[in-house]
């Protein structure tokens, strides 16, 4: 069975700009989470969505934004980019929820703004 | 919404020692408390997770306990092997809601 799958895995961009990353989560799994890592931070949740319906969100501003596909694939937007907003995004897919079950994690998009 | 707090932030062990990694959490309604373990370059991966209803869990040379009224749990690792260097996130979560990560233990087990 093909893993959570990420893209793309690394980009540059620049502050104002904006940047959609994509995620593939495992064949069946419905839920798709999205976590922002930084050193400083750690690991902070962003959202969760599960059968296209956002179930959770994290304390984050609204320029960062999430969608789910019928077919399960998730992606999310950061509009008008900022400095702070380097880290690296990853992806976790469930079969049902990280409250419930084990989330698998994709490898990660490393994103640096300069 | 939850806080997990994790201790240390940097563990450094000989080979063969043993490793402890300590969380505590902030809602009494968490009941659900995994242990995931990052390589450099990987995601994080799932090693044991423990539930509100179980005290001890074991599976081979790690171990995971749950104090409950204390509302904290550990992680031990004992017989570190070099391969067991990583960074380790704790986290918990309540019905209902997402999984709160600590942030991060870097362990570095030295031969």
């Known amino acids: 069975k093909a893993g959570v799958t990420q893209t793309p895995r690394y980009l540059i961009k620049t502050r104002g700009q904006q940047v959609t990353l994509s995620c593939s989560p495992i064949s069946g799994h419905r839920s798709v989470s999205w976590y922002q890592q930084t050193p400083g931070q750690g690991l902070q949740f962003l959202f969760e969505?599960?059968?296209?319906?956002?179930?959770n969100k994290g304390n984050f501003p609204g320029r960062f934004s999430g969608r789910q596909f019928s077919n399960s694939r998730s992606e999310m937007n950061v509009s008008t980019l900022e400095l702070g907003d380097s880290a690296l995004y990853l992806c976790?897919?469930?079969?049902?929820?990280?409250?419930?079950?084990?989330?698998?994690f994709g490898e990660g998009s490393r994103l640096t703004v300069l | 919404g939850e806080n997990v707090e994790q201790h240390p932030s940097t563990l450094s062990v000989q080979e063969g020692d043993s490793a402890v990694i300590k969380c505590t959490y902030s809602?009494?309604?968490?009941?659900?408390f995994p242990w995931y373990k990052q390589e450099l370059g990987k995601g994080p991966q799932l090693i044991i997770d423990?539930?509100?209803?179980?005290g001890e869990k074991k599976d081979q040379r790690i171990a995971v306990t749950l104090n409950k009224t204390a509302k904290h749990f550990s992680l031990h690792i004992t017989e570190t092997q070099p391969e067991d260097s990583a960074v380790y996130f704790c986290?918990?979560?309540?019905?209902?809601?997402?999984?709160?990560f600590g942030k991060g233990t870097s362990l570095l087990v030295t031969p």
């Open positions: 423990i539930r509100s209803n179980v």
């Open positions: 976790a897919s469930s079969d049902r929820g990280g409250n419930t079950g084990e989330l698998f």
């Open positions: 986290a918990a979560i309540a019905a209902g809601y997402a999984l709160n």
């Open positions: 809602d009494s309604a968490s009941n659900y």
């Open positions: 969505y599960f059968s296209e319906t956002q179930r």
